[in-house]
């Protein structure tokens, strides 16, 4: 061979890539990532990220770089299927689109003509919500949600009822400002890339990052400071962070006083606010020794003090309420460190490292800018102290509160929307507390007829809950009563056991969505698949009929009656939209499209698609014309373009008027779609540079918003430290006020819904005994899987087909338990057997596995012996959707405020398995029959030979 | 055995730097480089029993995840391993028919399938592990740092990197010419002390690691103190008195 590489062989250094490359948004996690689809004589030949989109900048994960395999993933659906065997063994023949949509139209025309609370609609890991629960009002039934009580609605209500956003959907970190971040319980929960890309930053720019998490799996690992906390206990140590703040006087006063309600006067005997005639709080004015607005730019009101009202009654400022609480000595670091796992001397330099970051490392920006009042500001001050908070925080039963005390930490620093701190996305912030409200009276559901609101919405008070003149929820998931009174997504994981108990009230028919709710996203799935096939009496199913829509073969398409089979995230028309959940950043708002990339090979239709269909069948008003004929003749994308929410609102925010040229609000444009498409499938609105920070109180930024249609007024939003409904909730459990909690819920509700926030022992922990369940168990989501997605992925599961029990070392030797070995779990629901694997990076009063990859034998394209269905183990099976009785009566496992999932409350034992019981799971429910779908699988997959350099 | 390009002064080493600091073990360079490359220069990187008990395949770029220590001092490692392009490949100098060669350009070493005869000599001598037997063709496949996408006229000029690096989220990724001390890559490497792997085995490997960076963990690191001071407890007052006159202004 020459030495000089003359003879090495001829390479083509430039083939062709791809004959075009389409632009559309990813939807292999939630996030909504820009992605470009390069395609090649019909197939795709390679996803990557959009290097122009705002959420990903160019980069895609493992889920997103995987896409192609999920696209063309055997176990996808491939025409409408009718159940032909008995529930939940996979016995189904094909039928028409006319029969399959004929048949639907048939058993919810009937329910709507008669009683349209028997349609329960709950659609999953939806996109569509706007449209979904616009549907479900048009039809006329309360009994709508998506996933979101199971995954982190108490987060997102603890934010909107507190500073007006919340983590990751409605803000973001200051990655690029920040000098110190905690992140609080979070895997690959979202946001998928951007936490990466912001990490990332953050250690280049070095900055201090600390983790706070039971388990030190990715994110943590490349932590400067790994804090390995007791699950649960996370609101106890960020208590512990404030005592030692207002200890030392480390606040920010000037923050509280100009944007929070700390000045507001709270009424000493129903802890109300002192409110004019008008309605405006009220502060004591230091200047007059007099009241005033709280909401007056001029006034200097006082902090602290007790205060005669002219009525005689007796007040004192919110600050005061704050201050004397967590001053308290149960809230000092050496009161909650053994509680915590977390050593007192660690929360103390933790605290001294917040207030150094807060205000000795305060970031300035020279970019003037004008307050809500019309003061000119010279610059932006930064407060670089940033939080992140997701799952480990949402999946307690004490989440919203200690959500609510995480965002009081950031208040009382001064962090939030400044410089280097936590950032609201546009279209948030919002007024605190939020609205609408939800619709679901009883007088509000009436036969033949919508609602007249959206289903879902935020109660302010006992007055808004949903439920009859007894008292009884008017929901079928018990949403918005007094179990759950500010249950602002649902609670979808308590749908099937009230359906299948008839509690409140019997249904007709469960149509579902993109939710594999007969397995990994039910609590108590061996459970929940039983009821789906219960019978009463008279031998017919206790849920009489069930519609599911999914792209693929999941456990649950097997408890159907009948399947509407959807196509893939590149088959289909969507939109990303404002009205539900955008990809607004705090540079500005945007929002995101689909498009189709390919057309589908099989007798597929999109979800969206169909349900239009099926409304313009059932004459739905707001999808039929008066004479019946449809309104969005072109189906979802005629939707989009043309649907009009209000006046020029729309689904998308972007290229609206005849023209395109209008941002926010517009009349409908007919070329919006191809606008997008050729925008790189999203729209953005770039905010001006003194919009960019305290958007909460900032002019420029308000009015801008009221101008894009994000915001009704340019009012200053009011950060509220003190949470005003949830004194209203109280009262009524306290019986003051013309509408009160019924007496069985009273204590309950007079304990958790504490307007400051407080913490208190998870549920489960507090019911069963701990001496017999000593260990938490929790699950974390791999980074390279969305929930049962993944398995049918040829390559993602190359990464993961079992997952095992993970444990401390420590606490593994003194059960006898060494890696591999067989193991059994057991909680005081259940048991589950899984293999072990011991580590050295999690707390050891901790267990833990990967979400979803235990896969029921059967589904997802997978053979029988796959270890996903053999080996793979859910926790769920332990996980009960009731806690146990307590005076009586079971409420659901639940957070008591927003009826959030309490996944990770559970408790467990962990016991050697016999050696003769190694070697598979259980429980093993029975093999699913198959029903026909894309593809055979191939002993040997060679995706992407056909482009081999000829 | 197949003889190596005569080393000469100046020339072009391309090769990776991957920043151990900010990898957080999420696969995206993984998965984007099988997909990119099972279409690509080395086409197909097949996958065996894809949906079955045993499923396997063909990787270019693969990454473990281990701990290292014991308890708190204990840390938790993602590595991220490919073909490193060594200077002095044994996988190349053992090949007996010059299908396995280090290109004289750019010192990519790379596999010509038409004379591969699958003996895996070469997957024995390399010690990283990084060759990948394509049981199918029976030729032996590796990492090809995207020849087909680095040079690729058909791409935008940005878009001319291996596909890990283009993907990886956490930017722990970074490709460039080793062999100029001028170039980014190694200016990075200089100044976060970047190391070869192994280099003991005595294969020159082209790609290198950045180490962790410390942790900003002891007290006063920083710049803070153990703990704050408490000055109204320190002064005996009250400690809502201390508030009762601060007066701010909305």
């Known amino acids: ?950 | 055995m197949t003889s190596l390009p005569a080393p000469a002064a100046g020339a072009k080493k391309l090769g990776l730097v991957i920043d151990l600091d900010t990898c957080v073990g999420c696969h995206a360079c993984a998965v984007n480089c099988k997909e990119w490359n099972t279409g690509g220069h080395s086409a197909p990187l097949p996958d065996f029993d894809p949906y079955g008990a045993d499923v396997s395949g063909v990787w270019f770029n693969r990454i473990h995840t281990f701990e290292a220590g014991e308890g708190s001092d204990s840390r938790t490692v993602h590595f991220p391993k490919s073909c490193l392009h060594c200077e002095t490949p044994a996988c190349v100098t053992v090949c007996p028919t010059g299908a396995s060669y280090k290109r004289a350009a750019d010192g990519i070493v790379l596999v010509n399938a038409e004379t591969c005869i699958g003996c895996k000599l070469c997957s024995w001598a390399c010690p990283y592990g990084a060759r990948e037997f394509d049981a199918d063709e029976g030729v032996m496949k590796k990492c090809t740092l995207c020849i087909d996408r680095i040079y690729n006229e058909n791409l935008a000029e940005n878009e001319r990197v291996p596909a890990c690096v283009s993907t990886c989220p956490a930017s722990a990724r970074h490709f460039g010419d080793l062999g100029d001390p001028a170039s980014d890559v190694s200016k990075l490497v200089e100044a976060r002390g970047g190391y070869a792997l192994m280099p003991e085995m005595g294969y020159a490997p082209v790609n290198r690691y950045l180490p962790p960076r410390a942790a900003k963990t002891a007290p006063g690191c920083t710049g803070a103190p153990a703990e704050l001071d408490r000055p109204a407890e320190a002064a005996g007052i009250h400690p809502l008195l201390r508030w009762m006159d601060k007066l701010l202004s909305r």
Not at chain 1, 485 to 502: E, Q, R, S, Y
């Open chain 1, 1 to 950: 061979m020459a030495m000089d590489g003359s003879l090495d062989p001829q390479i083509d250094t430039s083939p062709k890539v791809s004959d075009e490359v389409k632009c559309t948004t990813c939807y292999m996690c939630a996030c909504r990532c820009g992605i470009r689809v390069h395609l090649r004589d019909g197939r795709i030949r390679y996803i990557e990220g959009n290097k122009d989109h705002p959420v990903n900048r160019g980069v895609l994960c493992a889920k997103g770089s995987a896409g192609i395999m999920n696209h063309y993933s055997p176990a996808r659906l491939t025409a409408p299927l009718l159940r032909v065997g008995e529930r939940g063994k996979g016995e189904f023949k094909e039928i028409t689109w006319d029969e399959a949509l004929g048949l639907a139209t048939k058993w919810l025309g009937d329910i709507r003509a008669s009683d349209p609370r028997k349609l329960a609609f709950f659609t999953g890991r939806d996109q569509s919500q706007s449209l979904t629960g616009w549907w479900a009002n048009q039809f006329g039934t309360p009994n709508f949600a998506a996933h979101g009580g199971f995954c982190s609605v108490n987060m997102a209500a603890a934010g909107l009822y507190s500073i007006g956003g919340s983590f990751w959907e409605f803000g973001e970190p200051d990655w690029e400002h920040a000098r110190y971040f905690m992140l609080f319980g979070v895997a690959e929960d979202h946001d998928s890339n951007p936490i990466k890309a912001g990490l990332a930053k953050l250690k280049a720019n070095g900055a201090k990052y600390v983790s706070v998490n039971p388990v030190k799996t990715g994110y943590q690992a490349v932590a400067d400071e790994w804090l390995g906390i007791r699950p649960g206990t996370d609101g106890l140590f960020v208590m512990a962070l404030i005592h030692e703040l207002l200890k030392a006087d480390r606040i920010d006063l000037e923050f509280l006083v100009r944007y929070t309600n700390a000045p507001w006067l709270v009424r000493e005997d129903d802890g109300l606010f002192v409110r004019d005639a008008a309605g405006n709080p009220q502060c004591w004015d230091a200047r007059t020794n007099a009241l005033a607005s709280a909401l007056d730019p001029g006034v200097t009101p006082k902090l602290v003090g007790g205060f005669t009202l002219p009525d005689g009654r007796h007040a004192s400022p919110v600050f005061e309420h704050m201050a004397a609480r967590y001053l308290a000595p149960d809230y000092a670091p050496d009161a909650v460190a053994a509680q915590c796992g977390i050593p007192a001397a660690t929360i103390r330099r933790i605290a001294a490292e917040l207030a150094h970051a807060a205000f000795e490392q305060q970031v300035v920006i020279e970019q003037p800018w004008t307050d809500w009042a019309g003061r000119r500001h010279e610059r932006m001050v930064g407060r670089p102290v940033a939080m992140h908070a997701m799952r480990g925080i949402s999946a307690h039963s004490n989440g919203f509160q200690t959500c609510r005390a995480i965002h009081l930490l950031q208040m009382l620093l001064g962090a939030i929307d400044t410089p280097g701190s936590w950032r609201y996305k546009a279209p948030f912030p919002r007024p605190v507390p939020p609205g609408p409200r939800p619709t679901g009276k009883s007088a509000q559901i009436n036969p033949g007829k919508p609602m007249g609101g959206m289903p879902l919405g935020f109660t302010l008070g006992p007055e808004d809950l949903l439920v009859d003149e007894n008292g009884q929820p008017t929901r079928i998931d018990k949403a918005y009563s007094w179990e759950a009174p500010v249950a602002a997504h649902g609670l979808m994981h308590m749908v099937i056991a009230n359906a299948w108990k008839g509690d409140p009230y019997p249904i007709d028919t469960l149509f579902m969505y993109m939710a594999n709710m007969a397995w990994n996203s039910s609590m108590n799935s061996a459970e929940t698949a039983r009821m789906l096939t219960d019978k009463g009496a008279d031998g017919t199913y206790r849920i009489p009929h069930i519609i599911y829509s999914d792209a693929f073969y999941s456990e649950t398409v097997a408890y159907a009656d009948l399947i509407l089979p959807d196509t893939t995230y590149l088959e289909r028309w969507d939109c990303i939209s404002l009205l539900d959940r955008p990809i607004g950043s705090a540079e500005g708002p945007g929002d995101a499209i689909r498009q189709p990339v390919v057309k589908p090979d099989r007798d597929v239709r999109p979800f969206q698609d169909v349900l239009i269909d099926l409304a313009v069948r059932l004459k739905l008003p707001g999808f039929t014309n008066p004479d019946g004929s449809a309104r969005f003749p072109g189906g979802y994308p005629d939707y989009i373009v043309n649907h009009e929410r209000k006046p020029g609102v729309g689904p998308l925010a972007g290229f609206r008027g005849a023209d395109g040229s209008k941002a926010g609000v517009g009349e409908p444009n007919a070329q919006q779609l191809e606008r997008y498409v050729a925008n790189g499938a999203f729209w953005r609105h770039h905010l001006e540079p003194d919009q960019l920070y305290f958007k909460h109180a900032n002019k420029g930024y308000l009015e801008a918003a009221v101008k894009l249609g994000l915001l009704d007024k340019a009012d200053q939003i009011v950060l509220h430290l003190y949470s005003e409904p949830m004194q209203k909730f109280r009262n009524a459990a306290r019986g003051v006020g013309p509408i009160q909690a019924p007496p069985e819920h009273r204590a309950r509700i007079e304990r958790h819904f504490d307007p400051l926030p407080i913490w208190y022992p998870t549920f489960e922990g507090e019911q069963v005994d701990t001496a017999e369940f000593p260990l938490h168990a929790v699950t974390q989501r791999p980074m390279p899987m969305y929930h049962s997605w993944g398995s049918q992925n040829a390559w993602l599961r190359q990464i993961l087909t079992q997952n095992r029990l993970y444990m401390n070392a420590g606490t593994a030797a003194k059960l006898g338990l060494a890696d591999d070995d067989w193991a059994w779990i057991t909680s005081h629901h259940g048991r589950v057997k899984a293999q072990v694997r011991t580590m050295e990076g999690v707390n050891p009063d901790t267990v833990w596995t990967w979400n979803a990859i235990g896969k029921r034998a059967g589904a997802w394209g997978l053979d029988a012996d796959a270890p996903e269905a053999k080996k793979g183990f859910l926790l769920n099976h332990l996980i009960s959707e009731l806690l146990p009785e307590k005076n009586g009566y079971r409420y659901s496992n639940s957070d008591p405020v927003t009826g959030q999932a309490a996944w990770y409350d559970l408790r467990v034992r962990v016991e050697k398995a016999d050696p003769a019981e190694a070697g598979e799971t259980a429980p093993l429910l029975p093999e699913l029959g198959r029903p026909r779908t894309a593809g055979e699988a191939p002993g040997v997959l060679r995706y992407g030979a056909q482009w081999k350099a000829k």
